[in-house]
């Protein structure tokens, strides 16, 4: 559940959330621009399938734009899908990273807490604290 929220968190810290709600918008409008100008597509289903298959990069070719400005509204919404999948990739990256962070954050504190009590601490916590240290590589 903590990793939920640290995921959540850098999501709403870069935007990405809104980001996506404007492209999902974008994509209906892009679709529903396309079923009103390309004879091809004659559906909004047909429509909605054809962003998709353009947004993802997958281009099945099942539809293909004829008119000047079907093909333009198609290179912008698959740059636009490469640009959120770029995103979201990044969002992922950087909780991962925050995660990692996070773990050697905490376990440099416990030793830390331990290297504090030194003088405190026998042969056999000694020897416990440094093959403590030489399992985590820090």
Not at 12 to 20: A, C, E, G, L, Q
Not at 40 to 56: E, H, K, M, P
Request: with cysteine.
């Amino acid at each position: 559940m903590k990793k939920l929220k640290i995921f959540y968190k850098i999501l709403k810290s870069i935007h990405v959330i809104t980001f996506i709600n404007i492209f999902l918008i974008s994509c209906v409008l892009a679709s529903i621009l396309l079923t009103l100008i390309e004879p091809q597509l004659t559906s909004i289903g047909d429509s909605l399938w054809f962003t998709f298959a353009s947004v993802t990069t997958i281009g099945y070719g099942d539809f293909t734009p004829v008119t000047p400005i079907g093909r333009i509204i198609t290179v912008i919404i698959t740059l636009y899908g490469i640009l959120v999948v770029s995103i979201i990739t990044a969002s992922i990256v950087r909780f991962i990273g925050a995660i990692q962070k996070a773990k050697t954050q905490n376990t440099i504190d416990i030793l830390i807490g331990e290297l504090e009590n030194l003088e405190e601490l026998d042969k056999e916590q000694l020897k416990k604290l440094s093959e403590k240290i030489r399992e985590e590589n820090i």
